[in-house]
């Protein structure tokens, strides 16, 4: 296979970004993308920095702060908080219903749009109040990574970005991304689940369940009852509500097409009617805008655009393509699926898993399918999968926000050496998974 030297030094411009983005968290890849992008570019590509910073995806870019900006203000008020110690209540104290709950939780919580970091920020102080450390970030974690893909969620608008972007060398009409955004979505569900309920079986939590059974809990000492939703939550809720149907009513059967199109050009996407919806919010008083500006995940949203600016250029001068044709070489179209689960999961356990790895193997996509054979929402799906089962690890957000919670008891040395062996061995996990699930039987 030869190459070019633009090719080659695209390449080697991302070799060296996903190189820092495993030893160095401080920095943040996204704006060394975009200056990598204009220096190969403009070298050795012959390509001038305005052209090579359009590539900016300033619709993707829109549409994660639109959504951030709206759950910003929803958690900084209080609302999803005071969902969540309701929601815990459910279960009045039986104790072997807990890990029920909190894996339903944590997958709702992600789903409706706060995301997979939030909704384990949300939850890992309460479950790990519960049982053993290692058990509950399993579980917590597993949740809501399989719920990450929502398309209310940012890890799925980013993944629904680029796959929009790639749609066309797919032979993907616009008209059914809706649909693949939610097939990706439940493939994801379906086998991180899998992996986290099996898991959690398997490394105790079987016997912790039987221990439990017809035990209870102090559910005040857990879980104190809050304060009634005041108006501001409330109001909070009704427009989460919102949020879902306007983004799911108008692509459903007998619907679509059939809105008044002034109404369906404000709300073309999750972005825009999030913006809209924010507008109650901040006016009414209900939302803070300046504390949701404050948690909104700038870098992350920095960081997944400016990778896509290298990742523009690496498409232009043919080294996407090189790398393409690397893993095809090895793959059929069933095969696929191990490997694009397998590779991008072993760079994952260091860098970002939407910030880095989703950018660089998701418009990979188009030459997989082309070259194997294969099925582009399986190949898409086992990319996202791969990238984020390995999150258990501490050495991921997710993975430290759990340590961070796990109570004083906890020897944190033990569970950091646990959760990093157990994140490491999900990259042969996944793709095994990836392979039996979306290639054998074609879930």
């Known amino acids: ?93 039986n104790t072997a219903l807990i890990p029920i709950i909190i894996f339903l939780l944590s997958d709702f919580l992600t789903t409706i749009g706060p995301g997979n970091i939030a909704g384990c920020a949300l939850m890992a102080p309460v479950a790990m109040a519960i049982a053993g450390a290692f058990l509950m970030t399993l579980l917590v974690v597993g949740a809501c990574n399989a719920a990450a893909f929502s398309p209310f969620a940012p890890t799925g608008i980013i993944s629904n970005g680029i796959i929009a972007k790639v749609a066309p060398d797919l032979g993907i009409p616009a008209t059914d991304l809706d649909y693949i955004a939610w097939m990706v979505y439940f493939k994801s569900t379906i086998a991180q689940g899998f992996v986290t309920v099996v898991g959690f079986m398997v490394m105790g939590g079987a016997k912790w ?8 809990l102090d559910i005040d000492e857990l879980a104190p009852k809050p304060e009634p939703f005041n108006a501001a939550q409330t109001t909070t809720l009704a427009i989460v509500a919102i949020l879902v149907l306007l983004v799911v009513v108008p692509g459903l059967p007998g619907i679509k097409g059939t809105l008044p199109k002034m109404l369906t050009n404000m709300l073309s996407n999750v972005g825009s009617i999030s913006f809209v919806l924010s507008i109650i919010l901040m006016l009414t008083g209900y939302g803070d805008s300046k504390a949701a500006v404050k948690v909104m995940p700038w870098s992350v949203i920095m960081m ?63 030459g997989l399918v082309e070259l194997t054979g294969g099925d582009a929402i399986s190949i898409i799906s086992a990319i996202n999968v791969g990238s984020h089962l390995v999150d258990t690890s501490p050495l991921s957000t997710l993975g430290a926000l759990c340590i961070a919670a796990a109570p004083d008891y906890e020897d944190k040395g033990i569970l950091f050496r646990k959760l990093l062996i157990w994140g490491l061995s999900m990259s042969i996990v996944s793709g095994i998974v990836c392979f039996v699930f979306f290639g054998v039987l074609g879930l």
């Open 304 to 366: 997944v655009c400016g990778v896509s600016v290298l990742i523009d250029v690496m498409d232009k001068s043919g080294g996407l393509n090189f790398l393409v044709q690397i893993m095809s070489s090895v793959a059929g179209p069933t095969t696929i699926c191990f490997w694009a689960a397998f590779v991008p999961a072993v760079l994952s356990a260091y860098s970002s898993s939407s910030g880095v790895i989703m950018p660089m193997f998701l418009p990979m996509t188009p």
């Open 209 to 216: 369940l039987k221990e439990q059974k017809g035990a209870s």
């Open 1 to 93: 296979m030869d190459i070019s030297l633009p090719a080659l030094m695209s390449i080697l411009a991302l070799v060296i970004l996903v190189g820092i983005s495993c030893v160095n968290e401080d920095l943040n890849v996204g704006f060394l993308g975009i200056a990598f992008g204009i220096i190969v570019g403009g070298i050795f590509g012959d390509t001038t920095a305005a052209k090579i910073m359009n590539a900016f995806p300033l619709s993707l870019f829109m549409i994660l702060v639109g959504v951030t900006f709206l759950f910003g203000m929803a958690q900084t008020n209080g609302t999803m908080e005071k969902l969540t110690a309701y929601s815990i209540r459910v279960c009045k104290g």
